[in-house]
């Protein structure tokens, strides 16, 4: 396989953090740049992470004297140095979708963690096991772009990374109509650990800004499809969301209720989660789960302290399936939300690019 210089914009960030274990000792992937705002630009990255590294893995030596580069002021600079970036930084949504433009225009590819572009008609968003082909569309917004290599390809929100693939297969197959949601998310999510964040300790708020929309709007698009040039989302089905902070460091679950079209068979769902299996298992891509879909037949599982690691906190924990009430069925699922939810998500999409050939070395 192909070897490929990475930069990682955002890398003081909790996101960021993780991008450099994840990078770490990579088959492919190699990171030369470390990026951040002028504020770190021109200090060791020991330096300008101080007391902020967030791992449960050491700092690797390679990035300790690694300088920081200013991620908008040196773009040119950083687009120049690397085969392609990861982006995730906390700036305004114009401000962002300024930034990954630019190096997207500097022929820079930007696999991204930000939401900002997530509903740019031409910007693919991709959960790698769920909708690779809508990889498609990066052609035609190259040519918006006006550009031969670079563009720009976001992992959509950490809500949705464990319902979005538990749903997926029974949408094919018996059809969704209806899907209630209710998320408890871990403090991580907010690039909080409870040192920075006390007041969750002992806590649960039930607001997370801008959440329940991205829950109920992002799984549309995911399940959307190409049309000429740009990305149609599915008409259906109907989603609601509610999505609350809890007192886990890391981790996200969700409660699901769901209507299907045709009667679905609860014995038949779990021998369809237990072979689903998605392009980055068929191309056996580095960070791809061998399991992707687990089921658990224990009522008390899956447990986030037990199972947000599987297979690297890169698979989806499913279990408590069972009829309900008012809907077909009811279930819960679980998801890493730094790892699959964030920079594991980012760099299995980045591996699929490359595999399919969307990034090249220069
Ligand atoms: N945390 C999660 O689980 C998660 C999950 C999915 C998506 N995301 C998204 O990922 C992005 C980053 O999240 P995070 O939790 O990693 O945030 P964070 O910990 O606050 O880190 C933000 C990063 O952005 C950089 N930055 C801030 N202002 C900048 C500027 N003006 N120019 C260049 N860089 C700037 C910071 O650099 P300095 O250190 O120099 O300030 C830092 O590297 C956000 O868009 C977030 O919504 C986060």
Known sequence: MNQYKVGIVGATGMVGQRFITLTDGHPWFTTVVLAASSRSAGKTYEQAIGARWAMEAPMPEWAKSM???????DAKAIADMVDFVFC????????????????????????????????????PMVIPEINPEHLAIIDAQKKRLGTKRGFIAVKSNCSLQSYVPALSPLKDIYGLNKVLVCTYQAISGAGKTFETWPEMVDNVIPYIGGEEEKSEQEPLKIWGSVQGNQIVSAASPSLTAQCLRVPISNGHMAAVFCT????????????????FKGRPQVLNLPHAPKQFLYYFEENDMPQTRLHRMLEGGMAVSVGRLRPDTQYDLKFVCLSHNTLRGAAGGAVLLAELLCAEGYIDPK
């Open 260 to 275: 299907f079209e045709r009667k679905p068979d609860i014995e038949e769902i779990k021998k369809i989660w237990k072979e």
């Open 67 to 73: 300088t920081v580069m200013d991620a908008v002021a």
């Open 88 to 123: 995730a930084v906390d700036m305004k949504k114009d401000e962002i979708r300024a930034l990954e433009e630019t190096y997207a225009k500097y022929e820079c590819p930007v696999v991204s963690n930000n939401s900002a572009h997530r509903f740019t008609p031409d910007v």
